[in-house]
């Protein structure tokens, strides 16, 4: 244990090191032009927030900075971190209950500005990712390690070099993770009492807990058992709300400050698919793999989860043993998740796709879900998987194909969609190279990856639409 955790270290902070380097390199006018800028574009923002033109333009990348940090949501964090949820101070008061409170408060409490808060979350992500796979992963050490690196590096990543809650969202649900596997329940119940604190997407988890409790737990004989184990599952989360609640109010004086922040958004809450747009092309590509490789295979396992429970619980269960262990049950509540997160896009979203990568590719359950498919796979697993890889590639062109919206599908903003299919190839044919050939494509993939990174984070550098 102790020599992979100094590995990881080793590899977490080279992946930062050829990052930032990259980035350094291609803010340099001749470097840009004679590479990337041949195949590429990046945004610039010219105007004020009311009258305002975002092109694209040949020019190098702009300096990391503490302003080019303060964009988009990271504002608002800080916003909350000074101010928390008082309306006096004008900062995004009508919005900013939308946001919980976990987060501004570790960034408040390391006294760091923007670009620290950045490298904190970078190494919160990393060490996140750490035990999720020393944990989860039942492979030797070789395997772990090109796992680890793997998603360390995959091309929606960005989303963690930045001053958003991601990496603690991460984290806190890593701790409940191990908590699980390892049955400790102090560190389960500390993790998701964090974790509630921290986006109010942790609501999708808790829903989740609840409907795989309900379908593998529910007995009338051991009604209070069932009471029991349930109790000791969400009582983390309903206090974690609890206390958000509580906090919002001593700032707001109003119990409902998060609800009334839903207000301010246009659109209403339930939407009809009017016509698919995303607020970039870049995000509407990382989307669209998101949609068909991950939100609709797990949409469809849920649904067959729910309507076929007595033959889930049958291949589950062996013998006498009529409880799922910890890892079953965390790949269910993950899967349920992104089923949830898909359902709420569609019903809510009316067909804009903005952010929706950074809700599923950028989550704790995308990730829980990789190491335990990961975990799974046989000789057997490789011909499924190529049924699915090749109905979801087919969908996913099909998709492309009738809808207008994101311009040359062959452009340098799609690339991070087909990095993610030539990633998810690797992740899943990988076992079939010997060694060797496993790491010469791993280091090329993350070379690529990172790359890819660096055009996303200046993007967000230029206050491009990219995510909010």
């Known amino acids: 244990m102790r020599k992979n955790v100094g590995k990881f270290s080793f590899l977490a902070l080279l992946n930062l090191i050829v990052f930032i380097g990259l980035f350094q390199a291609f803010q340099h006018p001749v470097i840009y ?8 574009k990046n945004y610039e923002r010219t105007g004020g927030w009311d009258n305002y033109s975002i092109d694209k333009v040949s020019k190098p990348y702009l300096e990391i900075t503490e302003e080019n940090f303060e964009r988009w949501d990271a504002d608002i964090y800080n916003c909350i971190k000074e101010h928390m949820y008082s309306t006096e101070d ?3 008061h009508k919005v900013r209950g939308a946001f919980f409170p976990l987060f501004p408060l570790l960034w408040k409490a390391t006294n760091t500005g923007y670009t620290g808060i950045s490298i904190l979350n970078y190494f919160l992500f990393s060490l996140s990712i750490g035990l999720l796979v020393l944990y989860l992963v039942n492979s030797g050490p070789f395997d772990k390690t090109i796992l680890f690196v793997l998603l360390l590096s995959l091309p929606s990543t960005i989303i963690y070099y930045i001053p958003y809650s991601e990496s603690l969202f991460l984290f806190t649900m890593a701790l409940a993770s191990v908590g699980l596997v390892k049955k400790k ?6 993790g998701s009492f964090l974790l509630a604190m921290v986006r109010p997407a942790s609501l999708f988890i808790f829903i989740a807990i609840l409907l795989v409790e309900s379908l593998f737990y529910y007995n009338p004989v051991n009604f209070k058992n069932f009471i029991k184990e349930l109790s000791r599952k969400t009582i983390p989360f309903l206090s974690g709300y609890l206390v958000v609640i509580i906090i919002q109010y001593a700032y707001s004086s109003s119990w409902t400050t998060f609800l009334d922040a839903g207000k301010f958004w246009e659109g209403g809450f339930l939407q009809g698919i009017k016509s698919i747009s995303d607020w970039s092309e870049e995000g509407f590509a990382l989307s669209s793999f998101s949609l068909f490789f991950i939100s609709i295979p797990a949409f469809l396992f849920a649904l067959f989860t729910i309507f076929k429970r007595k033959k889930i619980m049958l291949y589950l269960h062996s013998g006498k ?3 799922i262990d ?8 993950s899967v349920f998740y992104l089923a949830g997160i898909f359902i709420f896009t569609l019903l809510t979203s009316g067909g804009n796709m903005h952010s929706f990568f950074r809700f599923t590719l950028a989550s704790p359950p995308f990730y829980i879900v990789a190491i335990l498919i990961f975990n799974s796979f046989t ?3 490789y011909s499924k998987s190529l049924i699915v890889t090749f109905i979801s590639i087919f969908l996913l062109i099909l998709f492309l194909h009738f809808t207008t919206f994101g311009g040359s599908r062959f452009g340098f903003s799609f690339w991070g969609m087909y990095l993610f299919i030539v990633n998810y190839l690797y992740f899943i044919f990988r076992g079939k190279l010997n060694k060797k050939s496993q790491v010469l494509l791993l280091v090329s993939l993350v070379l690529m990856n990172l790359i890819w990174n660096t055009y996303m984070l200046n993007i967000f550098f230029s206050n491009g639409w990219i995510f909010t």
Do not use: E
């Open 33 to 40: 032009k004679h590479t990337l800028g041949k195949i590429s």
């Open 90 to 92: 004008g900062c995004y």
């Open 326 to 333: 910890s890892n079953t049950f965390l790949f269910l509540i």
């Open 321 to 323: 043993n009529v409880n």
């Open 379 to 381: 000789d057997k697993s």
């Open 185 to 190: 329940y102090g560190l389960y119940f500390t």
